[in-house]
């Protein structure tokens, strides 16, 4: 039996004129919402009069007036404890590394005695940084407390950012498995790597660019990743606020994608185990009887390819297409995106992808020493390339889907160069090439660091700087353990604690944000500052969480301020 989604949501027509409906759900204007604090533009100070009273009609305008760029720098795969774990002013800070409430458990539930070995090693792969060579195997780090440790070297050295560590699992069923409820227990049981995933750098105040500007401007500790999972659905969730969806899935090529889930709920989070999972941890990762791309109600939760070049796998006929009869391809999706709000607000946009064109010629990954230049380009962390209205030969794909070059030069990194130039458009979305994203398994934390500090650099140096706000983020917790319970919200998250920092003339100057967000909170932002109809998902987002007795999520306007003197 076909089981059909319930609520599916609105879906998107093409950039020709508006039709009835499509007016409708674009036509809306986000009302603000509760009264939000404001200060000067120094750092925040308790002695001004009571800011708190300015009116969110106040705000808005003083958005419109002060707020022209929006600039979205989205890294990857890091908890905010994997990086800011002592960082000062925390709402939540990790206390003594023996609390009893950060002990894992195991999948029976039971207490772990101590942690696993790291399965597969730290960094299994010889690597040279800074002069040194470092392969850390599995057998090198072994006995660990059943605790939170900093990530060290076999002989109890800090481990160097600069090291590339092996990938931990980062799925949609295994982080909800991992939140354990809230427990945060479950990290070790429902991850690939053992005890690595309790690990955190150790030394980041004196060797992360990324914690000098959290000093300077404003650190959000708060900040969960929308959705549970990995990089392809919270790409999703970022410019849709939902999942895509893969209609028939059952008598489709989808078919050989879908979860087998423990009993007839299509929504249950235990995935059916494999007789030879292990019985512990202890003995390693649990295994899945079923691929888990799809739900059994056919949304796409884990990573599944677009339609559309770059993609997985390729048409026999047409380049430009992916396979349509591979399980491995999703058909295009029609929903609407947040590309389709700003566009039909009259509002520029761009989506700058490092490495795209290199992708587009065949040549986004592959033998370095062929292409040196090879940027390990991710396929499914290009969000908007799964939709209809942006396929190929359309004039939405051509004015907004940009290529942002390679490298970490204006001369190579075409995004650099309009930064400095002064061209980008009112809202730009970043994606670093895959070598310096931050990815464990590919990228290093100093890489990743390094990049986004010379980006940062470089909108400082820009004459657009003056009305601009930067927000610089992770996709998700790439597997990491964080302490923090992520707030209830609806059955696509919000997952695990993701560090965020907003960089702006107007953000609060040495602040830590305890405001609730989530990755839906840059639409949130981008909703209110440019009059834009609300996504079905944010809105479905806002009620969950009202109903499960919390705040909805904020629009990042907490964290700024404004001289209104």
């Known amino acids: 039996m076909t089981r059909k989604p319930t609520d599916q949501p609105p879906v998107a027509a093409d950039d020709a004129p508006l039709n009835p409906e499509r007016r409708r759900l674009l036509g809306g204007i986000a009302l603000a919402g509760a009264v939000l604090s404001l200060g000067s ?19 808005d305008t003083l958005l419109r007036q002060h707020i022209q760029q929006v600039v979205v720098l989205y890294a990857e795969n890091r908890s905010f404890n994997n990086l800011f774990a002592h960082f000062p002013g925390l709402a939540q800070p990790l206390k003594d590394l023996d609390s009893p409430e950060y002990r894992q458990r195991d999948r029976d539930g039971s207490l772990l005695t101590t942690l696993p070995p790291i399965w597969g090693g730290l960094a299994p ?25 900093a990530l060290h070297t076999p002989d109890g050295a800090p481990l160097p950012q600069g090291v590339v560590t092996r990938d931990l699992v980062h799925r949609f069923y295994e982080n909800q498995l991992q939140i354990n409820g809230g427990r945060n227990d479950g990290f070790v049981a429902w991850g690939n790597t053992g005890a690595m995933v309790m690990g955190h750098y150790a030394n980041n105040a004196d060797n992360l660019r990324l914690w000098q500007l959290a000093q300077q401007y404003t650190l ?4 969960f990743m929308g959705a549970f999972g990995g990089s392809f659905l919270n790409h999703q969730y970022l410019v849709a606020a939902q ?24 929504t249950g989070i235990r995935p059916v185990l494999t007789d030879n999972t292990p019985v512990s941890a202890m003995q390693g990762r649990a295994k899945f009887a079923a691929p888990d791309a799809l739900t059994p109600d056919f949304w796409a939760v884990n990573t599944i390819g677009p339609a559309y070049a770059p993609a997985f796998n390729h048409d026999a006929h047409n380049p430009q297409l992916a396979d349509a009869d591979s399980p491995t391809t999703l058909p295009p999706q029609v929903h609407l995106t947040i590309g389709d709000t700003l566009s039909a607000a009259g509002v520029d946009w761009a989506w700058y992808a490092g490495g795209w064109q290199l992708a587009l010629d065949g040549h986004g990954d592959g033998d370095h020493h062929v292409f040196p230049e090879s940027p390990n380009f991710q396929i499914h962390h290009q969000p908007f390339n799964y939709f209809q209205n942006f396929a190929p030969g359309t004039p939405a794909r051509q004015q907004h889907l940009r290529d942002a070059g390679i490298g970490e ?30 990815h464990a398994g590919y990228s290093s934390v100093e890489a990743g660091d390094r990049h986004l500090a010379r980006i940062v650099e470089a909108l400082q140096k820009s004459p657009q700087w003056p009305h601009m706000l930067v927000v610089i983020t992770v996709d998700e917790n790439g597997g990491w353990w964080d302490h923090v319970a992520p707030p209830k919200g609806d059955r696509w998250g919000p997952g695990s604690r993701i ?5 702006s003339p107007f953000a609060k100057k040495g602040f830590v944000d305890h405001t609730i967000y989530d990755t839906g909170s840059i639409q949130r932002f981008l909703t209110r500052r440019f009059g834009l109809a609300k996504l079905p998902g944010i809105v479905m987002r806002d009620q969950a969480m009202i109903a499960a ?3 909805p999520p904020g629009d990042l306007t907490a964290a700024l301020q404004f001289d209104i003197s």
């Open 220 to 223: 959000c500790d708060n900040f």
């Open 499 to 503: 560090p965020a920092l907003l960089v």
């Open 409 to 438: 030069s204006a001369n190579g990194n075409h995004f650099i160069a309009a930064i400095e130039a002064g061209t980008l458009p009112p809202v730009s979305f970043y994606k670093p090439q895959g070598d310096l994203n931050m």
């Open 125 to 149: 792969h010889v690597q040279n940084v800074d002069g040194q060579h470092y392969q850390i195997g599995e057998d090198a780090i072994t006995g660990l407390p059943n605790r939170p440790f």
């Open 243 to 266: 999942p895509p969806f893969y209609p028939d899935a059952e008598q489709r090529p989808g078919k050989f994608q879908l979860a087998q889930v423990e009993g007839d709920d299509p």
């Open 41 to 59: 533009c120094r750092a925040p100070d308790e002695s001004r009069p009571a800011a708190s009273e300015t009116s969110a009609n106040t705000l």
């Open 549 to 551: 007795g919390g705040p």
